[in-house]
T-cell receptor, first 115, second 109 residues
Framework: GAVVSQHPSRVICKSGTSVKIECRSL??????MFWYRQFPKQSLMLMAT?????????EQGVEKDKFLINHASLTLSTLTVTSAHPEDSSFYIC???????????FGPGTRLTVT | GQNIDQPTEMTATEGAIVQINCTYQ??????LFWYQQHAGEAPTFLSY??LDGLEEKGRFSSFLSRSKGYSYLLLKELQMKDSASYLC??????????WGAGTKLIIKP
C-alpha cells in the first residue's frame, strides 16, 4: 500500500521558536495533502488542506500566519509552526491522497512539545 | 449540516464479536471510512463503503445504509491487539472527511 512518512516523529522546542514538519508520499504522487492536529483523547481535527502548487485552505479558527503550509511538489508538504507556544503542543498528523484515489493515507504523526 | 455520531467507548471479550455503529449527516455524501487508531499512533485505513451493503475483509466487515445515514464496523474473533480507537469518517463531495470522535474499544481476556 501507499506509504506516507513524517519527519521528525518527535520534537521538543522552546516557546517562541519555529518548528518545521515534513510530510512525504514515498511511492505515489499526492495531489492533495491534509494536516490534522489531535489533542489527547480527542478526535482528529483538520487544520488545512493543501493542493500541490496552490495555497492551502485553512479550516475556521486555524491561523494561517501561525501554521504555514507549503505543498511545493507532488510528494512533499511542510507545516511550519511559527512562534510556538505551549498550547501548540499536540500530535500533528498529515495524510495524502492521490488524484485517482479516494483513500487518505496517513503519516505516522509528529508529537510536538513546546516548553 | 455535517455531523457524525458514534459511541464513546465499548467493551468486549477476546474471541467474541463486536459491532460499532456510526450515524452521519453529510451534505454531498461521497463514502464512509473506518480507521483504526492505536494510542499514540496515526490512524490506519480499515474500510471504505460508498454503496449500500456489507463489505467483508477478513475479521473486519463494514456495512452502509445511505438511506438511513448509518454504518457499522463488525469485528469478529476479537484479539487483544484489536484494543484501539475506531474512527468513523464520512466524505463529502469535495473529498473532505468529516470525523467522528472515535469509539474506544476495550478488549478483555
Amino acid at each position: 500500500g501507499a506509504v506516507v512518512s513524517q519527519h521528525p516523529s518527535r520534537v521538543i522546542c522552546k516557546s517562541g521558536t519555529s518548528v518545521k514538519i515534513e510530510c512525504r508520499s514515498l511511492d505515489f504522487q499526492a495531489t492533495t495533502m491534509f494536516w490534522y492536529r489531535q489533542f489527547p483523547k480527542q478526535s482528529l481535527m483538520l487544520m488545512a488542506t493543501s493542493n500541490e502548487g496552490s495555497k492551502a485552505t485553512y479550516e475556521q479558527g486555524v491561523e494561517k500566519d501561525k501554521f504555514l503550509i507549503n505543498h511545493a511538489s507532488l510528494t512533499l508538504s511542510t507545516l511550519t509552526v511559527t512562534s510556538a507556544h505551549p498550547e501548540d503542543s499536540s500530535f500533528y498528523i498529515c495524510s495524502a491522497r492521490s488524484l485517482s484515489g479516494y483513500e487518505q493515507y496517513f503519516g505516522p504523526g509528529t508529537r510536538l512539545t513546546v516548553t | 449540516g455535517q455531523n457524525i455520531d458514534q459511541p464513546t467507548e465499548m467493551t468486549a471479550t477476546e474471541g467474541a464479536i463486536v459491532q460499532i455503529n456510526c450515524t452521519y449527516q453529510t451534505s454531498g455524501f461521497n463514502g464512509l471510512f473506518w480507521y483504526q487508531q492505536h494510542a499514540g499512533e496515526a490512524p490506519t485505513f480499515l474500510s471504505y463503503n460508498v454503496l449500500d451493503g456489507l463489505e467483508e475483509k477478513g475479521r473486519f466487515s463494514s456495512f452502509l445504509s445511505r438511506s438511513k445515514g448509518y454504518s457499522y464496523l463488525l469485528l469478529k474473533e476479537l484479539q487483544m491487539k484489536d484494543s484501539a480507537s475506531y474512527l468513523c469518517a464520512s466524505q463529502d463531495s469535495n473529498y473532505q472527511l468529516i470525523w467522528g470522535a472515535g469509539t474506544k474499544l476495550i478488549i478483555k481476556p
